[in-house]
Structure formats: C-alpha cells, structure tokens
Nanobody
Framework: QVQVVESGGALVQPGGSLRLTCAAS????????MGWYRQAPGQQRELVAR???????NYADSVKGRFTISRDDAKKMMYLQMNSLKPEDTAVYYC?????????????WGPGTQVSVSS
C-alpha cells in the first residue's frame, strides 16, 4: 500500500517563499511521474508543476519563473520551492505520485497542505 503526505504549507507574506515537501511511503515502489496540484476556494483543482522520471518538468504558466519542482527518488520525496508568492497562490496544495509497486501501477494523492499568502 502506497501513501503520500504533504508538508510545509503556511501563512506567508506576499513576496515570500515556501518549500513544500511530498513524502511517499510503501515497499517495493518505483516512482515515475510526480506532480503538484492546487485548489483555491471555489475553484477547480489545477496542475501546478509536474516532474518525470528523467527530471524533465512542466509548469503552469501562472507559476513559471517562481516555482521549482524537484524530486529525490532515494528518499521517495518531491519538493516544490515557491518564491515570490502572490495572494493568487493561496490554495490547498496536493501532491500526486505515480509509479509501480512490483507489477502494480499506482496513482496516489496526498491529503493536501494549506498555503496562504496574505499581508
């Protein structure tokens, strides 16, 4: 069984920075695609950034140049460095982890972590 937990969300001032961490757990898992998503109040969940096994990345236009996604497969972790935060970044941030456990593909979501950007 694979589980994912996010951490690092907080209340920060506009222009501030945060680093979110996504930790995956489970035996005999190989991670492939990993991504960060967010959902603001009254909004649909949207893609923020994705990172693939070869470390190539995709970013939403709204966060390009400000956010950086990375992964550490040895630790089974993924990170989202968020700089120059704006009030529009306020949302619950979720990580999604995909991979294979032995021969079983999986896609698992974390419970989310709240990021609030306000003065």
């Amino acid at each position: 069984q694979v589980q994912v937990v996010e951490s690092g969300g907080a209340l920060v001032q506009p222009g501030g920075s945060l680093r979110l961490t996504c930790a995956a757990s489970g035996s005999a898992i190989a991670l492939t695609h990993m991504g960060w998503y967010r959902q603001a109040p009254g909004q649909q969940r949207e893609l923020v950034a994705r990172i693939f096994r070869n470390s190539s990345t995709n970013y939403a236009d709204s966060v390009k140049g400000r956010f950086t996604i990375s992964r550490d497969d040895a630790k089974k972790m993924m990170y989202l460095q968020m700089n120059s935060l704006k009030p529009e970044d306020t949302a619950v941030y979720y990580c999604n982890v995909e991979g294979v456990q032995v021969v079983r593909p999986f896609s698992v979501w974390g419970p989310g972590t709240q990021v609030s950007v306000s003065s």
